[in-house]
Nanobody, 123 residues
Framework: QVQLVESGGGLVQAGGPLRLSCVAS????????MGWYRQALGKQRELVAA???????NYGDSMKGRFTIPRGNAKKTVHLQMDSLKPEDTAVYYC?????????????????WGQGTQVTVSS
């Protein structure tokens, strides 16, 4: 009943920008956080960035200063602005949310993941 849809991935040259978007839909009651993880081939999934409804943000260490979640995002939507991309940023990027949702008329809490969008950075 809850789904996340990512968009904006693709091929980009090193040094260039890219903007990802994620929209949550379904029986959502409230969102605790929305953000992004990434997983490169053969690597561990890692935090990219996350934001709360109060606009508190967290960034992964290697992303600080290059990646941002722009302020003013619409409810149930999160963007990721990536600048100065490097080949090592190549990965599948996943949208992630912690949320309260409705199930059988009752409130539940859990997290949801999108299917991922591929970002490939060429040298």
């Amino acid at each position: 009943q809850v789904q996340l849809v990512e968009s904006g991935g693709g091929l980009v040259q090193a040094g260039g920008p890219l903007r990802l978007s994620c929209v949550a839909s379904g029986s959502i009651l409230s969102i605790k956080y929305m953000g992004w993880y990434r997983q490169a081939l053969g690597k561990q999934r890692e935090l990219v960035a996350a934001v709360t409804p109060a606009s508190d943000t967290n960034y992964g260490d290697s992303m600080k200063g290059r990646f941002t979640i722009p302020r003013g995002n619409a409810k149930k939507t999160v963007h990721l602005q990536m600048d100065s991309l490097k080949p090592e940023d190549t990965a599948v990027y996943y949208c992630n949310t912690g949320l309260h949702y409705s199930l059988g008329g009752e409130s539940r809490y859990g997290n949801a993941w999108g299917q991922g969008t591929q970002v490939t950075v060429s040298s």
